[in-house]
């Protein structure tokens, strides 16, 4: 059932690509960094998973600009997702290259390559595993700029790495730690829902002056399919987008976890319900505006999300938003996450904010 919902959500997302710039951090990627502004290309649109939106992206920017370079665990043979099938084959062994099996020396090359110039496009093969490459991240990657007032960057820096639950993951294959590096400033955090949203915001992440966290929900790698455009676009970073309007309640959300807040919306109308589904898109910096504007008129708030409860970035809305919109609120903001414990295995549905989770707290949050 989950996975026939997956897939027609993708199938439902639709809508026109446009060019969009960053707020905040340095200037916009295509002014900084000497790349044309894209609208949709030709050859108009096909439907796609996930992994292959990714795979199409990382073609076009390595096709695209000759400083661009793919490397990590195993993606020379096109990754343990084949996100990279195909890439080493046209590209050549010298741009789309195998790494040693440690994640500190693969965000610490990838910072080096971008701060000469080039843009660096990093794997960490599961989020799980990409703690090793904390350091490098926190302390080298975000405050390069800063640092050196901005004599120097390494604003080229991309790391993708696949995050999030599938199913049968357990301990060290299923975590959601994006909280840990939206605490970071220097980083942006992009998280995709689908595969036209991936493509487009990878490219944008990958041409933003800024080094970029992009998170891919592995559950929605195959599941999820939609109509992608086959050309070069890029999507907006720092754009919330309303894919639900509604007038009782507000519920925010990202990466596959708006398929699980798709189906408690549905739910919820049969009862009468009017849901307002936000898709954040971009963690860092987020779309505070659009959130705002949309509690203000619903009065209520719902932020759901995979990784635990507790420091999770739900917490950084809900206190953003009660500052913003004390006067106007009518319940207290809910959050609908997963558990204050390891991710587990056979329990992993306990854990999980699954749909009848979340229509309960709508409800009472409605009725509050």
Not at 161 to 166: I, R, T
Not at 329 to 350: K, S
Request: contains cysteine.
């Amino acid at each position: 059932m989950a996975m026939k919902v997956l897939r027609e959500v993708g199938r439902k997302r639709s809508g026109a690509a446009w060019i969009g710039g960053s707020r905040g951090f340095a200037d916009c990627a295509a002014a900084a960094m000497g790349v044309a502004e894209r609208r949709e290309g030709g050859g108009g649109t096909k439907a796609v998973n996930l992994f292959t939106a990714v795979n199409q992206a990382l073609h076009i920017a390595l096709d695209t600009d000759p400083r661009s370079y793919v490397f990590g665990e195993d993606v020379g043979f096109g990754g343990v997702f084949r996100c990279t099938t195909g890439l080493a084959d046209r590209f050549g062994k010298n741009r789309v290259f195998n790494t040693p099996l440690c994640e500190q020396g693969i965000a610490g090359f990838a910072i080096g390559l971008a701060a000469m110039g080039n843009r660096a496009i990093a794997e960490i093969q599961f989020a799980d595993y990409i703690f090793p490459a904390f350091d490098q991240l926190v302390n080298e990657a975000a405050k390069f700029r800063y640092r050196s007032g901005n004599e120097f960057n390494c604003g080229g820096l991309t790391i993708r790495s696949p995050y999030g639950a599938v199913g049968h993951g357990g301990h060290y294959h299923s975590q959601s730690p994006e909280a840990f590096f939206c605490h970071v400033p220097g980083l942006k955090v992009v998280i995709p829902r689908s595969p036209r949203e991936a493509k487009g915001l990878l490219l944008a992440s990958i041409r933003d002056p800024n080094p970029v966290i992009f998170f891919e929900p592995k559950w929605l790698y195959r599941l999820s399919v939609e109509e992608v455009p086959e050309g070069d676009y890029m999507l907006p970073l720092s754009q919330a987008e309303v894919i639900r309007k509604g007038s009782d309640i507000t519920l925010i959300g990202w990466g596959a976890q708006l398929a699980v807040l798709e189906q408690a919306c549905e739910d919820a109308a049969k009862d009468g319900i009017s849901c307002e589904l936000i898709d954040l898109r971009t963690l860092i910096p987020w779309d505070k505006e659009t959130v705002e504007a949309s509690v203000s008129k619903t009065g209520k708030l719902l932020i759901s999300h995979e990784a635990p409860i507790t420091g999770g970035f739900g917490a950084e809305i809900a206190a953003s938003i009660a500052e913003r919109c004390f006067l106007r609120l009518e319940a207290p903001v809910a959050r609908v996450c997963g558990l204050d414990t390891p991710f587990p295995l056979v329990y992993e549905p306990f854990y999980m904010p699954t749909k009848n989770k979340i229509l309960d707290a709508i409800k009472a949050t409605v009725n509050y």
